[in-house]
C-alpha cells in the first residue's frame, strides 16, 4: 500500500488521525532553547478538543524555553507503521487544570497496574503544570482520505 501524505496549514484533525491519538503513543515535544536550538523532550501526552496536553514541573529547561519562546512542535510516530505519522506545531501556553488529576490520568492511560503501582511511588508531583500546544500547522502521513 502506497503512503498518504497529507500537509495542511489548518488545525484541524481529522477523525482518523483522532482515533490513533487515542491511542498511549509517546510524542516528541520539541521547544526552542535561548540559544535558538531545539530541546527535544519525550512526553505522554493528551489530544483534546484539537489541543495536545502535556505535564511536567516548573523546574525542568522544556518550561523555562515555554516561558522564554511559545513556540514548539510535536511528532508523533505510530510504532506499528513508521509511514504513519502526525507533526504539529504551534504555541504552548499554562492550562490551568489541576496538574496532579492531569498527571494521574495520563499515567493510567499510559501504564499497566504493575507500572502504575511504581509511578505512584516515584512520581514527581511538586511544581507541577499543564501546557497546551494549540496546533497552528498539522502535517501528517499515511491516513486515508476523510
Do not use: C
Not at 496549514?9 to 535558538?36: D, F, M
Not at 516548573?58 to 507503521?81: C, G, M, W
Amino acid at each position: 500500500m502506497q503512503s498518504i501524505r497529507r500537509t495542511s496549514s489548518s488545525a484541524t484533525l481529522s477523525p482518523p488521525v483522532i482515533e490513533v491519538l487515542k491511542r498511549p503513543l509517546a510524542t516528541q515535544l520539541a521547544t526552542v532553547n535561548p540559544s535558538g536550538s531545539p530541546q527535544q523532550t519525550i512526553m505522554w501526552f493528551k489530544s483534546e478538543d484539537g489541543h495536545f496536553l502535556f505535564t511536567t514541573t516548573t523546574d525542568r529547561v522544556k518550561f523555562r524555553n515555554y516561558q522564554h519562546d511559545p513556540r514548539a512542535s510535536l511528532t508523533i510516530l505510530d510504532p506499528e507503521n513508521m509511514r504513519k505519522w502526525v507533526i504539529i506545531t504551534g504555541p504552548l501556553s499554562v492550562d490551568h487544570r489541576d496538574p496532579l488529576a492531569f498527571y494521574q490520568s495520563l499515567a493510567e492511560h499510559y501504564l499497566d497496574e504493575k507500572r502504575l503501582a511504581e509511578w505512584r511511588r516515584t512520581a514527581v508531583l511538586e511544581r507541577r503544570t499543564v501546557l497546551r500546544l494549540t496546533p497552528q500547522r498539522i502535517r501528517t502521513m499515511g491516513f486515508p482520505d476523510v
